[in-house]
C-alpha cells in the first residue's frame, strides 16, 4: 500500500508544471515572507499528508494553518477522489451536455430552449423571431466559456443570425434569465448566480452543504470571474467580505467594486425556494450524488443554470470566508463516512 501511494506522488510530480511549481514556491514565498526552501518543503508535505496540490497551498494559505485545520480541506486530489467515489461517470453525460441537461431538468431550469443539432432551421427562426435577446451556449463547455448575450436587432435578418451562430459552433440557444430586482441592482451585466453544492449522504439523503453567491464585474455577461462569497445554508444571508473570483487573486471586497452596493448583509432573495428546490433536482439522477449547482433567482422564482459534476473545491474554503480556518471535510465525513480519501 505504501508502495502504490509512492508511485501516486511520483505520476503526479512528473506531471505537475515545473514552471507552475516554481511560482507557486515564489508566490507563497511573497505571501508569507517564509523562505523559498521552507514553502517547497511544507509544499510536498502538505502533498504527501492532505493531497493538496501546489496551488492548493497558495489559494488556501496552509502556511497560516496548522496540521490539524489543513486536515479539514477538501484538497485537490481529496476532492477528486470524493468524486470518483460517489459520482458514477456514466451518468455524467446529463450534466456535461447541455441540451441533455436542459431536457432531463426541464422542470427547474425557468426558461425556454432550443438544440442548434435537432431543431429545424424553421424551428430555430421561429425562436429568432420571437425574441429581442437569445443567451447561446457551446453544448459541453462549463464555467460561461464560449457563452454570448446576443441581441436579435443586432443582425440584419435570420439569415445572417443563422450563419452567426452556426458559425460559432453554439449547441444550445436560450431565452435570457432575468435578475431578481435585488440582485440586479448590485450587477446587472449578468445573471448572478448561486454555487449550490449537495451531496446525497450514505444513506441516500439529499443535503445542501455549501452555498456561494456570485456576482459579476466589470461588464461581463457571466459571473465567472466576478466577486463571490459563501451565504448562509438557512438564511441566504451573505456571511464575509467577497473574494475575487480569480481564486489566486488578493484582496476582499465588502462592497461590488462596481456598484458599490454592500455586500456583506446581503440576503438573497427566495433563498428557501431555491434550496428547496436544488434538493429536490439532486434526486433526479441519484447516481450522481455530489453537484454543484448554479441557480439563478428570477423575478419568478429560483432557476438552475446548470449543473457540474466536477465541483470546483477551491472557492468556497477560502482564506477570510473560512471560519477558524476549518475547511468542509467534516461536512463530507459526517455525511459520506464511507469517503477513503487517505
Not at 493531497?51 to 486530489?77: C, E, H, M, P, S
Not at 468556497?316 to 477558524?324: A, K, R
Request: hydrophobic content about 35%.
Amino acid at each position: 500500500m505504501k508502495e502504490k501511494k509512492l508511485i501516486y506522488h511520483a505520476k503526479v510530480l512528473k506531471n505537475a508544471s515545473i514552471k507552475k511549481f516554481i511560482n507557486c514556491i515564489n508566490e507563497a514565498h511573497r505571501l508569507s515572507g517564509n523562505s523559498k526552501l521552507y514553502c517547497f518543503t511544507d509544499m510536498v508535505k502538505s502533498k504527501i499528508k492532505y493531497d493538496a496540490g501546489y496551488y492548493d497551498y497558495v489559494i488556501f494559505q496552509f502556511w497560516n494553518l496548522n496540521d490539524k485545520q489543513r486536515d479539514t480541506y477538501l484538497t485537490r486530489f481529496r476532492s477528486k477522489k470524493l468524486i470518483s467515489q460517489v459520482n458514477d461517470e456514466s451518468y455524467a453525460h446529463y450534466f456535461d451536455n447541455k441540451d441533455e441537461f436542459n431536457d432531463i431538468f426541464k422542470d427547474y431550469i425557468g426558461r425556454e430552449f432550443i438544440s442548434l443539432e435537432v431543431a429545424t432551421k424553421n424551428q430555430v427562426e421561429d425562436f429568432f423571431n420571437s425574441r429581442n435577446q437569445i443567451f447561446c451556449k457551446m453544448n459541453d463547455l462549463e464555467c460561461g466559456i464560449g457563452c454570448e448575450k446576443i441581441k436579435t436587432s443586432n443582425f440584419k435578418n435570420f439569415e445572417d443570425f443563422y450563419k452567426y451562430v452556426t458559425d460559432k459552433g453554439f449547441g444550445t440557444l436560450e431565452d435570457v434569465i432575468e435578475n431578481h430586482p435585488d440582485l440586479e441592482k448590485v450587477y446587472s451585466g449578468s445573471v448572478n448566480t448561486m454555487r449550490m453544492i449537495t451531496l446525497i449522504d450514505d444513506d441516500g439523503n439529499p443535503n445542501l452543504i455549501y452555498a456561494v453567491q456570485k456576482f459579476g464585474v466589470n461588464g461581463r455577461v457571466v459571473d465567472n470571474y466576478g466577486v463571490h462569497g459563501p451565504v448562509d445554508i438557512n438564511t441566504g444571508e451573505f456571511l464575509y467580505p467577497a473574494h475575487s473570483g480569480d481564486t489566486k487573486a488578493e484582496g476582499l471586497y465588502s462592497e461590488h467594486p462596481n456598484s458599490h452596493e454592500p455586500l456583506v448583509g446581503f440576503v438573497t432573495p427566495m433563498f428557501s425556494e431555491a434550496k428547496k428546490m436544488i434538493l429536490k433536482a439532486s434526486l433526479v439522477i441519484p447516481q450522481i450524488r455530489y453537484v454543484g449547482w448554479d441557480v439563478a433567482i428570477t423575478p419568478n422564482g429560483p432557476a438552475i443554470i446548470e449543473g457540474n459534476t466536477y465541483c470546483a473545491h477551491d472557492f468556497w474554503q477560502l482564506p477570510g470566508q473560512t471560519p477558524n480556518g476549518i475547511g468542509i471535510m467534516p461536512t463530507i465525513k459526517k455525511l459520506v463516512p464511507s469517503f477513503k480519501y487517505k
